[in-house]
């Protein structure tokens, strides 16, 4: 799953990069804040053991082998921030040193590993492990499972990384410039694996790891213990403010998306030929009437959008357009919220006032 | 079958190891790159690699091959190391994923398979080429900055692209006890190895391996706490200085210009 240097085409680069920076911000912060002095011997000394799991050749049911990257026991001991920068450093010592993985790659495969892969990670182990003891086999078993769903997962974006490069970055005549197969060869080749043998091997490493640490050191599970996270529980909505500048920032990714949503479109789509093709296809080429339906053309009448397709008469750039239209939306929906809980106060407060 | 497993896995250690301390070696050997002021060299070798993603052009790739090459032979490092640590690897993983391109890339037909029913296209052939171009040209530059440059270097070099001092000095570490922990590893595999008397089942070796896996994990949590403490008792509050003696020649920021007009170059003709 390291993806090499070639692979991705500079855009893509930027973008992960761009995606992982602010993830890898916010976790040596929090690991900074929890840790103090302790945050660079315990991260340097646990990226270390990170990259030792991630050359141990596993041997599978069937006969084969292969390699895990112990992202979900590294978020497990640690929690998912700790692991996050753990592994993004022994990633980029294997890529700068070892050259496994490439350089302008980098974010892509951080992003891909100890992003998302210690996040889905961390949450399915604390959610199927629950409230059970820390000797509980339920404990294995989400572990074995949380190593499995978050490295296919994992799988899942790098193969979708893939497929979407012949789709963007082609040359002139054809030839795809970066990763060649389109997202309909891309998924299945990469999740064939990874279901089958890769998943497998972090399946083994998690659940395995997991059953040893119950045995002899049942301590280090104590970070997912019901009493250790409810401790933890989020004290502000910091992060999810973060996240949602962060999906506001993403929306004009809906640009890249060729064609038009099924059954979205206007009335005056059906007198435009283009727009009429674009129908046929996504409609399995069945060809839409020749005229918008009576209904479709009464009611499209009755609401003019202010901002028609995300796109601001004003505004000359179709992303900003998308990124003020998500600003504009959220605000929107922000301020009705506001009022509603608004209103809520002060019924309450008048219902008191009354008793 | 679980000799083969320990001792495939020790042995894959090993090589790891003795493929670090022959860099090493090979680092302090009088060449052109080795030469260089570190910053300068990762930088370039920056500049380089991104020349490679960014090209459209098949025959500039081929150039910065031939670059790699003749970087290659005024460092001193033998075509056989890049050979064996590059070529091949990425000749192998590359070439698998490449070579089904061939026929599924649809375009012009050129060369239709015997027994087959799929045929070779011009833009099968064009993206296969700069799949398998761009993943050795690029890990030929990474690997030579790291046989030409001690890993400190690289590490101190790092702080000049505004890398924070404390993910320098936690990579610094990360590599010194990388090779603690491989030793260890290697040891403890080695030990359980001279204790087989009859081969294990498949079960057994991954039992093994996780067991394996969770003594490193409490020795690395020990490790930490003691270098921790180790780190506190000299003085150790938070901050972190490096020392930074590295001298630029005016044949260093030549070099850096050429590296740098790579890129630029390439993005003025793809315009």
Redesign the interface.
């Known amino acids: 799953m390291h993806i090499?240097?070639?692979?991705?085409?500079?855009a893509t680069?930027a973008v992960t990069y761009a995606l992982a920076l602010p993830c890898w911000y916010l976790a040596f912060a929090r690991v900074k804040r929890l840790l103090?002095?302790?945050?660079?011997?315990?991260?340097?000394?646990?990226?270390?053991?990170s990259?030792?799991?991630m050359?141990?050749?596993?041997?599978?049911?069937g006969?084969t082998?292969g390699h895990a990257v112990?992202v979900t026991?590294a978020a497990i001991?640690l929690g998912p921030w700790a692991a996050m920068v753990a592994v993004s450093?022994?990633l980029?010592?294997q890529?700068?040193?070892?050259?496994d993985g490439?350089?302008?790659t980098f974010g892509a495969n951080c992003l891909n590993m100890a992003v998302v892969g210690s996040l889905v990670g961390y949450w399915t182990y604390t959610l199927i492990a629950g409230k059970s003891s820390v000797s509980a086999a339920r404990r294995v078993f989400a572990a074995a499972l949380a190593g499995y769903l978050a490295i296919n997962l994992a799988a899942l974006l790098t193969a979708f990384e893939f497929g979407i490069q012949?789709m963007l970055f082609s040359?002139a005549?054809?030839?795809?410039?970066?990763?060649?197969?389109p997202l309909s060869?891309a998924v299945p080749a990469m999740m064939l694996g990874h279901i089958t043998f890769a998943g497998l091997a972090e399946l083994?490493?998690s659940?395995?790891?997991v059953?040893?640490?119950q045995r002899?050191?049942p301590e280090?599970l104590g970070r997912t213990l019901p009493e250790a996270l409810a401790e933890q529980a989020p004290r502000s909505a910091r992060s999810l403010w973060l996240g949602l500048a962060g999906l506001m920032i993403l929306s004009p990714l809906g640009l890249l998306a060729a064609g038009t949503a099924w059954g979205e479109w206007g009335a005056e789509d059906f007198a435009n030929p283009a727009a009429r093709q674009e129908i046929l296809q996504a409609s399995a080429n069945v060809a839409p009437p020749s005229a918008a339906p009576q209904g479709l053309e009464r009611l499209s009448s009755v609401w003019q959008a202010p901002i028609p397709d995300y796109a601001p008469s004003f505004m000359h750039s179709a992303s900003f357009g998308y990124i003020l239209s998500a600003v504009f939306g959220c605000g929107l929906i922000l301020l009705a919220f506001l009022l509603i809980s608004k209103l809520q106060r002060a019924k309450t407060s008048a219902d008191r006032h009354e008793r | 079958m679980s000799q083969h497993?320990a001792e495939?896995?020790s042995r894959?250690?090993l090589q790891?190891m003795s493929?670090?301390f022959a860099a090493e070696a090979l680092s302090e050997r009088p060449g052109f790159l080795q030469g260089l002021d570190p910053r300068i060299k990762l930088i370039a070798c920056?500049a380089l690699?991104?020349s490679?993603?960014?090209t459209?052009s098949l025959l500039m790739l081929s150039g910065l091959f031939v670059l790699a090459l003749l970087l290659a032979l005024a460092s001193q490092i033998p075509m056989a190391r890049l050979c064996t640590?590059?070529w091949l690897?990425?000749l192998l993983?590359?070439g698998a994923i490449?070579l089904?391109?061939l026929v599924?890339?649809?375009?012009?037909a050129l060369w239709q398979l015997p027994l087959l029913h799929g045929q070779i296209t011009?833009?099968?052939l064009?993206?296969?080429a700069?799949?398998l171009?761009?993943?050795e040209?690029?890990?030929t530059f990474?690997?030579l900055?790291?046989l030409s440059t001690p890993?400190p270097h690289?590490l101190k070099a790092m702080r000049s692209l505004g890398v924070p001092v404390?993910?320098v000095?936690?990579?610094?570490?990360?590599?010194?006890?990388?090779f603690?922990?491989?030793h260890a590893?290697t040891q403890l595999f080695e030990a359980r190895r001279s204790r087989l008397v009859a081969a294990m089942k498949?079960a057994q070796?991954?039992?093994l391996?996780?067991?394996?896996?969770?003594v490193?994990?409490?020795k690395?949590?020990q490790?930490?706490?003691d270098?921790?403490l180790a780190?506190?008792s000299r003085g150790?509050?938070?901050e972190?200085h490096l020392l930074d003696e590295f001298h630029t020649r005016p044949r260093d920021w030549g070099i850096l210009l050429c590296a740098l007009a790579v890129p630029a170059l390439i993005l003025w003709y793809q315009r």
């Open positions: 090499p240097d070639g692979y991705l085409s500079p680069c103090h002095t302790r945050t660079v011997p315990l991260l340097a000394v646990f990226s270390a053991f990259f030792v799991i050359m141990f050749n596993l041997p599978l049911p006969g082998t112990g026991i001991v450093i022994a980029l010592i890529a700068v040193f070892f050259g490439g350089i302008t012949p040359d005549n054809g030839s795809p410039l970066y990763a060649p197969y060869v083994v490493i659940g395995g790891l059953a040893y640490l002899s050191h280090l | 497993f495939k896995l894959g250690l790891a493929r670090a920056l690699i991104v490679c993603v960014l459209h640590q590059v690897g990425v993983f590359t490449a089904p391109a599924l890339v649809p375009g012009e011009r833009q099968g064009r993206s296969a700069f799949l171009g761009r993943a040209t690029s890990a990474a690997v900055l790291i890993w690289v404390v993910l000095a936690i990579l610094g570490m990360t590599h010194r006890y990388l603690v922990l491989l590893t498949g070796q991954r039992r391996a996780a067991a394996a896996a969770g490193l994990l409490s690395s949590l490790l930490s706490t270098v921790h780190m506190i150790y509050r938070g972190i």
